[in-house]
């Protein structure tokens, strides 16, 4: 079957009228367009973390009744004759599985719902996270992951040797599209090696982490995915505790932007979708790659007019005959536009702004939703960005952060800059940026 007719029969235009189908050649974004497997974002980032951990160790999504399972194996390794009765030991030996302090024990971090529908849209971002990371392919996290003896107390090597056995991984492979992944991954990973270096601190923080890198990659892409010519959000943020005017970068350049973008998330995303279908090759391409590379456009090109041609006799547009591949792009993205429910529209976009608003965005009144750098994510990237070093130029830790998509204005850099002169972070020996350090918080 050519690939005109095949995305045809997809989109059921064979049957006399369009139906918008998703993910054709796999899903750039991790959200449902679905309201029931919809992540609210109500619960902890830290219960996705718990999911991604069982994943990458091969260990099923699912985990019920961990804490009578526990207690049973405890109950089980007492003498039957033991004065202690059964009510004293579950006193005793009662573990909070959603309060660990252990890396080894992230896979037993619960599910709040695993039977609900909105848990299949938590282990579908979970899976995402993983592709993303490539987590499964890194040996230094699974090791970690795996280590028992690390920082072992006596009472967690107790809790350790009456945990319950966990199901094999037996769900389906999900096929994820992602793009500019490279310098992105190389990032993340030495963060994640740096926040390995203290258990405590990555306890702490690598919910905070693995989301943050989440939400950058997904306001990156977000971003761009429309664009014929590729360029990186610049992403501005303000610190947390300052205030923020209309003439603030953190405003006029930041999370309105994207916003704006969103209303038509679902739509450029399916755009991308059908123009790849038309194209036929397994990679995958952007629009960007799509248009400008005339390998592919020349190929694309006749087809497209083709199918576009199709889509508006059957919905009664009018078609436009043009022999450019960018009017033809703007014809079908306009074609989806007009025949795509608002609803379905608007709960694909409303996954990204409820994730957003996790711990990356704060409202300032009037000024709507910004970009929000709370005090525990600048610490958390204190601890990854200084690492081991004892201290660093406070100019190498801004630049530090840019590399990381987060982009301050004057105003904000002298806000973070009192701040960590507050926390005693920070060693001025003069007002000079030149003779300004960053002081380790490991």
Same mark, same amino acid.
């Given at each position: 079957?050519?690939?005109?007719?095949?995305?045809?029969?997809?989109?059921?235009?064979?049957?006399?009228?369009?139906?918008?189908?998703?993910?054709?050649?796999?899903? @750039?974004?991790?959200?449902?367009?679905?309201?029931?497997?919809?992540?609210?974002?109500?619960?902890?980032?830290?219960?996705?973390?718990?999911?991604? $951990?069982?994943?990458?160790?091969?260990?099923?999504?699912?985990?019920?009744?961990?804490?009578?399972?526990?207690?049973? #194996?405890?109950?089980?390794?007492?003498?039957?004759?033991?004065?202690?009765?059964?009510?004293?030991?579950?006193?005793?030996?009662?573990?909070?599985?959603?309060?660990?302090?252990?890396?080894?024990?992230?896979?037993?971090?619960?599910?709040?719902?695993?039977?609900?529908?909105?848990?299949?849209?938590?282990?579908?971002?979970?899976?995402?996270?993983?592709?993303?990371?490539? @987590?499964?392919?890194?040996?230094?996290?699974?090791?970690?992951?795996?280590?028992?003896?690390?920082?072992?107390?006596?009472?967690?090597? @107790?809790?350790?040797? #009456?945990?319950?056995?966990?199901?094999?991984?037996?769900?389906?492979?999900?096929?994820?599209?992602?793009?500019?992944?490279?310098?992105?991954?190389?990032?993340? &990973?030495?963060?994640?090696?740096?926040?390995?270096?203290?258990?405590?601190?990555?306890? $702490?923080?690598?919910?905070?982490?693995?989301?943050?890198?989440?939400?950058?990659?997904?306001?990156?892409? +977000?971003?761009?995915?429309?664009?014929?010519?590729?360029?990186?959000?610049?992403?501005?943020?303000?610190?947390?505790?300052?205030?923020?005017?209309?003439?603030?970068?953190?405003?006029?350049?930041?999370?309105?932007?994207?916003?704006?973008?969103? #209303?038509?998330?679902?739509?450029?995303?399916?755009?991308?979708?059908?123009? #790849?279908?038309?194209?036929?090759?397994?990679?995958?391409?952007?629009?960007?790659?799509?248009?400008?590379?005339?390998?592919?456009?020349?190929?694309?090109?006749?087809?497209?007019?083709?199918?576009?041609?199709?889509?508006?006799?059957?919905?009664?547009?009018?078609?436009?005959?043009?022999?450019?591949?960018?009017?033809?792009?703007?014809?079908?993205?306009?074609?989806?536009?007009?025949?795509?429910?608002?609803?379905?529209?608007?709960?694909?976009?409303?996954?990204?702004?409820?994730?957003? +608003?996790?711990?990356?965005?704060?409202?300032?009144?009037?000024?709507?939703?910004?970009?929000?750098?709370?005090?525990?994510?600048?610490?958390?990237?204190?601890?990854?960005?200084?690492?081991? &070093?004892?201290?660093?130029?406070?100019?190498?830790?801004?630049?530090?952060?840019?590399?990381? +998509?987060?982009?301050?204005?004057?105003? $904000?850099?002298?806000?973070?800059?009192?701040?960590?002169?507050?926390?005693?972070?920070?060693?001025?020996?003069?007002?000079?940026?030149?003779?300004?350090?960053?002081? $380790?918080?490991?």
């Amino acid at each position: 079957m050519d690939n005109v007719n095949k995305l045809i029969k997809f989109v059921e235009l064979d049957k006399g009228k369009h139906r918008a189908t998703q993910h054709m050649s796999g899903r @750039l974004f991790p959200f449902y367009t679905r309201n029931p497997e919809r992540v609210k974002f109500e619960d902890s980032f830290m219960e996705i973390v718990g999911i991604i $951990s069982r994943l990458t160790l091969g260990y099923s999504n699912e985990i019920v009744d961990i804490q009578d399972r526990y207690l049973s #194996n405890v109950l089980s390794q007492i003498d039957a004759h033991s004065e202690i009765n059964k009510t004293e030991i579950e006193s005793l030996f009662a573990f909070d599985f959603s309060d660990i302090n252990s890396p080894f024990m992230l896979k037993y971090f619960p599910s709040l719902n695993p039977k609900s529908q909105e848990n299949q849209g938590k282990v579908l971002m979970a899976k995402y996270v993983i592709g993303l990371l490539k @987590l499964q392919d890194n040996k230094e996290w699974v090791n970690y992951l795996s280590e028992t003896q690390r920082h072992q107390t006596l009472y967690n090597q @107790l809790i350790m040797n #009456n945990l319950p056995s966990l199901d094999s991984d037996k769900s389906k492979n999900e096929i994820f599209i992602f793009f500019d992944q490279s310098d992105f991954l190389q990032l993340f &990973n030495q963060d994640l090696s740096a926040l390995m270096e203290n258990q405590n601190f990555f306890m $702490s923080n690598i919910d905070l982490l693995i989301s943050y890198y989440l939400f950058y990659y997904i306001i990156q892409q +977000g971003y761009q995915i429309d664009m014929v010519k590729r360029e990186p959000f610049k992403m501005w943020y303000a610190f947390d505790k300052e205030r923020v005017s209309k003439g603030r970068n953190a405003f006029r350049f930041g999370y309105k932007l994207m916003l704006d973008k969103s #209303n038509d998330f679902i739509i450029n995303v399916n755009v991308v979708d059908y123009l #790849n279908i038309l194209i036929g090759d397994e990679k995958v391409y952007t629009l960007d790659q799509i248009v400008n590379d005339t390998s592919i456009s020349s190929v694309l090109l006749p087809r497209l007019m083709q199918f576009n041609y199709e889509f508006a006799n059957v919905e009664k547009f009018d078609y436009v005959a043009h022999t450019d591949i960018i009017t033809q792009v703007k014809q079908l993205k306009q074609m989806l536009k007009e025949t795509l429910h608002n609803e379905l529209n608007s709960r694909y976009s409303k996954s990204f702004k409820e994730f957003s +608003g996790l711990s990356f965005i704060r409202s300032r009144g009037r000024l709507g939703y910004i970009l929000n750098a709370s005090q525990e994510i600048l610490l958390m990237f204190v601890g990854v960005i200084v690492g081991s &070093n004892e201290k660093i130029l406070l100019r190498d830790f801004f630049n530090g952060l840019e590399k990381r +998509g987060m982009f301050f204005d004057t105003q $904000s850099r002298r806000e973070i800059v009192s701040y960590f002169e507050k926390i005693n972070i920070l060693e001025k020996l003069s007002d000079s940026g030149d003779a300004q350090y960053v002081k $380790s918080i490991l």
